[in-house]
């Protein structure tokens, strides 16, 4: 019996939170995996620390359509997962611009490499629950308008509109992916999540006396990005493309992840913590929780860390980061 060919995966945004978990899921799976990264004076890889031998890192550039072009060809893959972004929030509103260039218009470039050089592959697209913004209805589905309100989330959009019509226009196999805020110790500093645990951790060991946050009502539906990744994966899996919501139906405040944050070393956050009107946004998104229902249905997925395992193990990575 003929032993079935390698399975070939192209990650861009590899780097990333997702991205570099997402490779170690699908090196444990047995795939080939390349990784597309942009050229820079300085490249950091730590994400990749002791899988970066294991993988092919490509440079490519979303907003470059010919080196996309190029990365498709060079890894020839039989899947496509587009996570490369511009993809905080606040600096989308100070750079909005290249926030369309990056998180919309970016879309386009891979999709139509994928058309170009491998229509047969199949294509996952990183959506995002800040689509829906301004919520018009709660939980939200993959039926919920959306109604955006910053412009990341209007871009997003963009990409998760383009995914579709190329799906349609050109019998792409080409899924999206809605997915809510997900964490990790890996997610960047100037996250809130991630500010929360470093600064307790800080506060903890005596290395910072406060922390300056916006709105701690602001709700979020927070899961761990390990399990988003596996359900990447499973979406390109199946027998059809189609789009997905993927959360964990739980919403907390960030006065919650705070509370969980320090009382998991010991502090009363109440203590530490206070608010500073600069870093509220300019139009604020307060209640987003989603409803994975038909991805647990469809897919068989569920989320298996909860929140406060993902909260306190960000804490204590952060901890032996810092020393302690």
């Not at 993809?87 to 926030?99: D, N």
């Not at 359900?231 to 919501?245: N, R, S, T």
Request: glycine residues 6%; contains cysteine; aromatic residues 10%.
């Amino acid at each position: 019996m003929t032993p079935s060919p390698q399975k070939r995966a192209l990650i861009t945004g590899i780097t990333g939170q997702d991205g570099s978990y997402l490779a170690e899921l699908l090196l444990e799976k047995g795939y080939q995996v390349f990784g597309t990264v942009r050229r820079s004076s300085t490249e950091r890889f730590e994400r990749l620390e002791g899988i970066k031998d294991s993988v092919q890192l490509l440079h490519a550039d979303l907003l470059d359509q010919s080196s996309l072009t190029r990365a498709f060809e060079a890894a020839a893959p039989d899947e496509i997962y587009n996570l490369a972004a511009q993809s905080f929030v606040p600096t989308s509103w100070a750079e909005p611009t290249l926030t369309a260039e990056f998180t919309a218009l970016g879309v386009t470039r891979a999709l139509e490499a994928m058309r170009q050089v491998c229509p047969d592959a199949r294509f996952y697209q990183a959506s995002s629950s800040e689509m829906f913004g301004k919520v018009l209805e709660t939980p939200q589905s993959e039926d919920t308008p959306f109604y955006p309100r910053s412009p990341y989330g209007v871009a997003k959009a963009y990409g998760h509109f383009i995914t579709v019509n190329y799906r349609e226009s050109y019998d792409l196999f080409a899924c999206s992916g809605i997915l809510f805020n997900h964490e990790s110790p890996r997610r960047g500093v100037e996250f809130v999540t991630r500010k929360i645990t470093i600064h307790a951790a800080k506060i903890k060991l005596g290395l910072a006396d406060e922390l300056v946050l916006g709105n701690l009502d602001a709700r979020r539906d927070w899961g761990h990005a390990r399990d988003y990744v596996r359900a990447q994966w499973m979406m390109l899996q199946q027998d059809e493309p189609d789009d997905y919501v993927i959360a964990t139906g739980q919403t907390h405040t960030v006065g919650d992840c705070c509370r969980v944050a320090f009382e998991h070393l010991g502090l009363d956050y109440e203590q530490y913590v206070r608010t500073d009107p600069k870093w509220v946004r300019p139009a604020e998104v307060d209640l987003l929780i989603g409803d994975a229902s038909k991805a647990k249905r469809m897919l068989g997925w569920e989320p298996e860390i909860t929140f406060e395992q993902l909260i306190q193990g960000m804490v204590d990575s952060d901890m032996r980061m810092l020393g302690a």
